[in-house]
């Protein structure tokens, strides 16, 4: 049983949709053909659209479709750093689980959340040299943290950032699964002077196996990144593209309402579950959307053992030090992907674990 996996369920996958998309446009409509650098313009016209509704105005002409937001990264990688670039991340941070920058020569410059939230005034060093640098963000519904900016801090974020000459890579793939009405402002929107690269994703709110996602930023930069895809792959399969688009268009509004329903429902049994069998052993802030619960013990916890007794137990668990070295006292937990009726005995089973094997310390 998955605690941990940020990925929806099957169950939420809408298969039936794809299926109904296949059969009934894409024998009629399809060309499989290499598209443009860019990606197929019938679906940055509606990527154009949806981002339209979160406030952010572009042209098709800024957008660059990618292999999921996970590629966006990499080309943002490949084609904007040098080894004396650095990189400023938040931590804990999802890019921490992950390899894409994990072999380049440019500095990693880990600023936690709680710092840059206490320090907004103030993020960066003052004689420090950031020529070169970018820094990545997630900034509504952070994975794993769930932290959101108030818009006051997006503000002085952007400002900080453009006073230093830092772009800002804003990875906004969860903001659709804001739980109670719209969404915060994205930086993106915010934003003036052209200093943000956005990512988007219909990973986390569609399919992950689509491999669907886009960067939208400054046309001279898009122009470079889409070259680069080029060069890699000749482009996001143009069958992935065509279901992408006739989903935009016809399916994704629907989808996204009755996803949130599901996801709050998810979300309060874990919640019940973690009060029930948790809640006298750390804390976790308030969910207002996305995957993920982000637990801190309140006393140290040998969860490295914790960890391997599970795996034991048919039970996956995503121990904090994932994300940062510094958060080996915290668990991220998902209620997205794990079985509803399955919640709460996971969870009282991960406790009688603890309990039994003393690793509370």
Same mark, same amino acid.
């Given at each position: 049983? +998955?605690?941990?996996?940020?990925?929806?369920?099957?169950?939420?996958?809408?298969?039936?949709?794809?299926?109904?998309? *296949?059969?009934?446009?894409?024998?009629?409509?399809?060309?499989?053909?290499?598209?443009?650098? &860019?990606?197929?313009?019938?679906?940055?016209?509606?990527?154009?659209?949806?981002?339209? &509704?979160?406030?952010?105005?572009?042209?098709? !002409?800024?957008?660059? *479709?990618? $292999?999921?937001?996970?590629?966006?990264?990499?080309?943002?990688?490949?084609?904007?750093?040098?080894?004396? =670039?650095?990189?400023?991340?938040?931590?804990?941070?999802?890019?921490? =689980?992950?390899?894409?920058?994990?072999?380049?020569?440019?500095?990693?410059?880990?600023?936690?959340?709680?710092?840059?939230?206490?320090?907004?005034?103030? *993020?960066?060093?003052?004689?420090?040299?950031?020529?070169?640098?970018?820094?990545?963000? !997630?900034?509504?519904?952070?994975?794993?943290?769930?932290?959101?900016?108030?818009?006051?801090?997006?503000?002085?974020?952007?400002?900080?950032?453009?006073?230093?000459?830092?772009?800002?890579?804003?990875?906004?793939?969860?903001?659709?699964?804001?739980?109670?009405?719209?969404?915060?402002? @994205?930086?993106?929107? /915010?934003?003036?002077?052209?200093?943000?690269?956005? /990512?988007?994703?219909?990973?986390? @709110?569609? $399919?992950?196996?689509?491999?669907?996602?886009?960067?939208?930023?400054?046309? +001279?930069?898009?122009?470079?990144?889409?070259?680069? #895809?080029?060069?890699?792959?000749?482009?996001?399969?143009?069958?992935?593209?065509?279901?992408? @688009?006739?989903?935009? #268009?016809?399916?994704?509004?629907?989808?996204?309402?009755?996803? &949130?329903?599901?996801?709050?429902?998810? #979300?309060? /049994?874990?919640?019940?579950?973690?009060?029930?069998?948790?809640?006298?052993?750390? +804390?976790?802030?308030?969910?207002?959307?996305?995957?993920?619960?982000?637990?801190?013990?309140?006393?140290?916890?040998?969860?490295?053992?914790?960890?391997?007794?599970?795996?034991?137990?048919?039970?996956?668990?995503?121990?904090?030090?994932?994300?940062?070295?510094?958060?080996?006292?915290?668990?991220?937990?998902?209620?997205?992907?794990?079985?509803?009726?399955?919640?709460?005995?996971?969870?009282?089973?991960?406790?009688?674990?603890?309990? &039994?094997?003393?690793?509370?310390?």
């Amino acid at each position: 049983m +998955r605690l941990g996996t940020g990925e929806l369920s099957p169950e939420l996958i809408p298969n039936d949709a794809f299926k109904k998309i *296949i059969h009934e446009d894409l024998s009629d409509q399809l060309s499989s053909n290499y598209e443009e650098p &860019k990606g197929n313009i019938f679906l940055r016209q509606e990527i154009q659209k949806l981002v339209n &509704k979160r406030g952010i105005q572009c042209s098709t !002409n800024e957008i660059c *479709i990618t $292999s999921g937001a996970l590629q966006g990264l990499k080309l943002i990688s490949d084609g904007l750093l040098i080894p004396k =670039s650095k990189i400023i991340v938040e931590s804990p941070s999802y890019i921490n =689980s992950i390899r894409t920058w994990h072999r380049i020569q440019s500095e990693i410059i880990p600023l936690s959340i709680d710092y840059i939230k206490n320090d907004i005034n103030s *993020i960066f060093k003052e004689n420090e040299d950031y020529s070169n640098s970018i820094f990545y963000c !997630n900034p509504t519904l952070h994975n794993p943290t769930s932290n959101s900016y108030t818009y006051n801090e997006k503000e002085k974020i952007l400002k900080q950032c453009k006073e230093k000459g830092i772009p800002i890579v804003e990875d906004d793939i969860y903001s659709e699964l804001w739980f109670d009405g719209n969404p915060p402002k @994205t930086l993106k929107e /915010l934003d003036s002077s052209n200093n943000v690269l956005y /990512l988007g994703s219909l990973s986390k @709110t569609v $399919s992950p196996g689509l491999r669907i996602g886009w960067v939208i930023g400054n046309e +001279r930069v898009v122009n470079h990144l889409a070259d680069l #895809k080029m060069q890699n792959d000749y482009g996001a399969s143009s069958i992935s593209q065509f279901i992408a @688009t006739q989903w935009l #268009k016809s399916y994704h509004s629907h989808h996204i309402d009755n996803l &949130k329903v599901e996801l709050i429902q998810r #979300k309060k /049994l874990m919640e019940e579950a973690l009060n029930k069998y948790f809640g006298d052993l750390g +804390r976790w802030n308030q969910i207002d959307g996305s995957f993920y619960i982000w637990f801190k013990f309140s006393e140290k916890i040998n969860i490295k053992k914790l960890f391997q007794l599970s795996i034991k137990e048919a039970l996956l668990i995503h121990p904090g030090e994932v994300y940062s070295d510094k958060e080996k006292n915290s668990i991220r937990f998902s209620y997205s992907y794990i079985e509803k009726n399955k919640i709460n005995e996971s969870i009282k089973k991960l406790r009688e674990i603890i309990d &039994k094997e003393n690793l509370i310390y």
